[in-house]
């Protein structure tokens, strides 16, 4: 569920699209894959939701990154193509989140995207390479920025945070030698408390 910056809220389903309430009538809008891609969904399974700076709702499905312009009820779909090296990493959209500068961390179960709006044209979004491939092939379970503007990515296999003036990565992982390494290394939540501990949530306890 995401609440967008009009207070509308967004709902994702498991087999039944997408839904958007308007908490003052008291509605539902209703959205579902079909055969016009302009104005459908690629797929009615979502794993995740968030809103832009332009205003336009990213939604990550088990078939492809879309994006939805509320005003107009059109569709963008974005999906991996192998013939393509800047395409989508994979198909199956698991986490999505918009940093303060605007650039978009699109996490697949097979690598991690950024997407960057380059003008008022929701065509415009394009995939950025990276410097490290130390993500490619993880699949990226959830993204999280601190208050520093560090990035943090879990995955199934480690946590990894990304210093975005230099693009280093540094990864995490359970060492059962040290009692002080993370107790898992598929990681399912992270978020940071108001002293700026770092907490990690994962298959076997937090962290």
Same mark, same amino acid.
């Given at each position: ?53 332009? &205003?336009? @709702? +990213?939604? *990550? !499905?088990?078939? #492809? $990154? ?6 107009? /009820?059109? %569709? =963008? ?71 520093? &503007?560090? @990035? +943090?990515? *879990? !995955?199934?296999? #480690? $946590? ?6 230099? /693009?280093? %990565? =540094? ?37």
């Amino acid at each position: 569920i995401y609440e967008d910056s009009d207070g509308f809220l967004w709902i994702g389903t498991q087999g039944g699209g997408l839904d958007c309430y308007d908490p003052e009538l008291d509605t539902f809008t209703h959205f579902k894959s079909g055969p016009d891609p302009t104005t459908s969904l690629s797929d009615d399974f979502l794993n995740a939701l968030c809103q832009c700076n332009h &205003g336009k @709702i +990213w939604i *990550g !499905t088990n078939n #492809g $990154l879309n994006i939805l312009d509320p005003q107009s /009820g059109r %569709f =963008i779909h974005f999906k991996n193509d192998p013939d393509i090296p800047g395409s989508l990493s994979d198909n199956q959209v698991s986490a999505l989140l918009i940093d303060r500068n605007g650039l978009m961390w699109v996490g697949t179960h097979n690598g991690l995207d950024r997407f960057e709006h380059r003008d008022d044209l929701i065509a415009q979004y394009q995939n950025i390479e990276f410097k490290s491939d130390i993500l490619r092939n993880k699949h990226v379970t959830t993204i999280f920025e601190d208050k520093k &503007g560090t @990035i +943090w990515i *879990g !995955t199934e296999t #480690g $946590l990894y945070s990304n210093n975005k003036k230099t /693009g280093e %990565f =540094i990864r995490y992982q359970t060492d059962p030698y040290d009692p002080s390494s993370l107790s898992s290394n598929h990681i399912y939540s992270i978020c940071e408390d108001r002293f700026s501990n770092i907490w990690v949530g994962t298959m076997n306890g937090l962290n």
